[in-house]
């Protein structure tokens, strides 16, 4: 149905097909003030007066010929994905610009958080079927100038555009506002719904850490010697590489043409992820070195802090100063089981992950969140048969 106006008779039936926080801040304040006062609507001809003004600028604000019910059945994933595309108009993307966001479509395609009956399911497709035919022309590092044309851009506009409050109106409403400063923002303004950039890996690893977020998102993995450290993250590595993201290795306890490396890379890297997944065993400019390889990979593997000669502080100032990347950082332990150059980095990380030597047989050996904020603690993670200990599968 097309759009009705919206009016006091019918404001609890319509709004909630508006996402209120999303509106501009002056209209948000005219919702609250309606809420707040709307049992004197009859009664009180000022606040009559001013409950319509409101809703004059409210209706206003909403583009004609928009069905109600079908913006209903739009999901902010599927939206940001519709900015993302938008973002990139008349802007330079490399091939593995592309790729990423092809890759992240997929994922959530696959995860059906997009829906093939959202109203935007159509093009949303358009878009992957025009990126992945651009990807597929581009060579190596060729760049590419990204222009939609004027009708689609438009159309893809409008719907943000309706959905997100992103034009701006005016309405003067006696209504006194919170007095802040740019450190501080409203809780009233955070998102209301579940993290857009949230990500699990696949099967038992995704048990383990839970719902990731990339912002920020660093891992520490420190314990006993012999207990497959370096083997646990050669698998975190598959996991990360298996769901689209590109993987940096520094392979600074084992030369990267090691018989060693080689064995680990047949037995916890399939053969499809390989090609998303490089090794080095040397940092020729420290910290330098890593924060340029931050450019060119999702997910930064440091086997170990320890031999990068580098202060544990940097760990975080990394951490901080690439937020978009994700580190995994092996510690090595002193002999009385604290990790090397101070325990700092363990306060910094968003999970702290234990290595634990069994038996001499490493069939026994397991992984164990210490710290988790994203997921439970104390999951026992088997490293030689990649499978949470003591699960139970329901069939």
Known sequence: MKKQAISFENY????????VTQLPKILQEGHQFFMDARDFYQSEPIIKET?????????????????MDTLHGISVIEIDFIKRFLDMHRTIQTRDDLKRYIFDLQKAI????????SPVADHLMQIQDRLILQHNKLI??????????????RQLRKIVKTLSGLNGVNLKLDI??????????????QSQGTNKNTFRLNGAL????????????????EGDQGGGKT?????????????????????LEIGSRSDLITRMKKEYLQPENQHQIFIADQLPEGYKTIQDATKSFDVIIIDSWNKTGLPSQDFDKLRKENPDTIFIVIFQRTTQKTIRGGTAPLFDAGINIEVVR?????????????????????????IFSKEIMGAVEIA
């Open 12 to 19: 609890n039936q319509e709004i909630i097909h508006i996402n």
């Open 51 to 67: 409950i319509d003004i409101y809703l004059k600028k409210l209706n206003a604000h909403l583009p004609e010929g928009v069905d």
């Open 110 to 117: 696959s995860k059906k958080e997009i829906s093939r009956d």
């Open 140 to 153: 190596l590092k060729e760049e590419i100038k990204i222009v939609i044309n004027r009708k689609w851009l």
């Open 176 to 189: 006194r506002p919170v007095e802040t400063t740019s450190l501080f923002s409203p809780m009233n303004e």
């Open 206 to 221: 995704g048990e383990l850490l839970g719902d990731l977020e990339k912002f920020e998102l660093a891992i520490t993995v």
């Open 231 to 251: 083997r646990f993250t050669y698998q975190l590595a598959d996991a990360f590489a298996e769901i689209g993201h590109k993987i940096a290795i520094f392979s």
């Open 358 to 382: 069994a038996d001499d047989s490493f069939r026994n050996n397991y992984s164990v969140t210490s710290k988790n904020r994203y997921g439970i603690t104390g999951i026992k993670y088997n």
